[in-house]
């Protein structure tokens, strides 16, 4: 029962006793993460003595977080059924992503407009979650917080800050990233297109 209450803060409450009750079924260590720039979650296969783990960040609004986690657990999904077999994001995630959504849809906890575009998702055999632009732009309508620009709203060689107080200049588009460079360091990362920064003021 804790474990609901916990997910209730995070997720749709309706959706809770589910995800409590997988996390219970695959015997999972699932982890409520700090933000991280780079990724919304993350799924580990078992390795040695260690079993599933999936982390979640806990500043997505309750739709992104559900999906976010319903996608990890696909994850482990079709890595039980195929182990690296698979490809991360290939025909067989996609099916397993269908079915674990199912129930969600069932109990209606999404809005009308999040609900179509994860079903236009699911009918895009090309997309995978990670890159699907119109289901992340779905989820950030969702957002409290409306102070932040996403990378890809920022003009060319626009400076921006993260929450941690690194500085970082804008850079061209490489295929579905921005190559952004670190003021701080010199180094260059890579960066979603719909990461959510600080635009830098005086500068």
Known sequence: MDTVNVLAKYMPAPAAPIIAKWIDYFQCEFKISKNRATKLGDYRHPFKDKGHKISVNNDLNPYA???TTV?????LLTWNDYKNKAKPHGAEWKY?????MKPFFELQVFPPDIHQ???NYLNNPAASSCTDLSLARALKKYDDNLLTN??????LHAIFTLKDG???KKGERIRKRYRCVCLDNGNTYLFNPL???LLATGT
Not at 71 to 75: D, I, K, P, T
Not at 96 to 100: A, E, T
Not at 150 to 155: A, F, Q, S
């Open 65 to 67: 977080f559900l999906v």
């Open 71 to 75: 996608h990890e657990f696909a994850h």
């Open 96 to 100: 397993n992503f269908k079915r674990m």
């Open 117 to 119: 575009t994860i079903i």
């Open 150 to 155: 996403r990378v890809e709203e920022l003009p």
């Open 166 to 168: 690194r500085k970082f």
């Open 195 to 197: 990461a959510e920064v």
